[in-house]
């Protein structure tokens, strides 16, 4: 099975921090993705990245940066986090091969910025 | 307009009653994902759909490309069936995928 894990299930830091969400898969796979949810919204795509060292802003990339520098590990990096970053953040990959894969999901951090 | 639209939104159930959450999407995918959330976030992907009707124990999922239009139902629901189910649309470009904003099940004992 696959597994997603993200490296912390709740987290609480202040306004102005730098903040480092991570996400580590165990199955090769190429795609990796970090996706904020809100209520009302749904779950909303703030990066991904296709390959190591390579990353692609989603539909809301505006105060969040990300890092690939291994395969199996994606970083979402709040520089300077602020209270409208408060969400449940969901890490999710997915593999390349054999056309179209289904993403797989870690079980999201849900992050406050006081 | 949203580009994938569930519904309802909301939905409480007894035990035991056949439920249906609909999606319809406005644009070219190459695939329709179902993604069940339980309480506390973790996603779990249930089923990936192009074409046709699947089947995993109590749920169908069936998708009409014309209309475009997708249905998740699940037979005999349990309280365990409790949960947010989310609907995706793969788009024909980029991986990208367009989610619904979720439907949350409440079935009762």
């Known amino acids: 099975d696959v597994k997603v894990t993200q490296s912390s299930r709740y987290l609480v830091k202040r306004t102005g921090e730098k903040v480092f969400l991570e996400c580590v898969q165990d199955?090769?796979?190429?795609?990796m993705f970090w996706y904020r949810q809100d209520p009302g919204l749904g779950l909303r795509l703030i990066y991904f990245s296709y390959d190591v060292k390579m990353k692609e802003k989603g539909d809301i990339p505006e105060g969040y940066s990300v890092s690939r520098e291994k395969k199996e590990r994606f970083s979402l990096i709040l520089e300077s986090a602020s209270t409208n970053q408060t969400s449940m953040y969901l890490c999710?990959?997915?593999?390349?091969?054999?056309?179209?894969?289904?993403?797989?999901f870690g079980d999201g951090t849900r992050l406050s910025i006081l | 307009k949203n580009e994938v639209e569930q519904s309802p939104q909301n939905l409480t159930a007894q035990e035991g009653e056949f439920i249906t959450i609909n999606c319809s999407y406005s644009v070219g995918i190459s695939a329709l994902h179902w993604l069940q959330q339980h309480p506390g976030g973790g996603i779990v992907s249930l089923f990936m759909l192009s074409s046709g009707k699947k089947k995993h124990g109590r749920l169908i999922a069936t998708i009409n490309i014309q209309e475009k239009h997708s249905s998740l139902h699940i037979t005999a629901s349990h309280p365990r069936d409790s949960a947010v189910y989310i609907c995706a649309a793969d788009l024909n470009r980029d991986d990208k995928i367009i989610f619904g904003k979720g439907t949350r099940l409440h079935i009762l004992p």
């Open positions: 199955m090769d796979h190429e795609n």
């Open positions: 999710a990959s997915s593999s390349l091969s054999g056309g179209y894969q289904p993403q797989h």
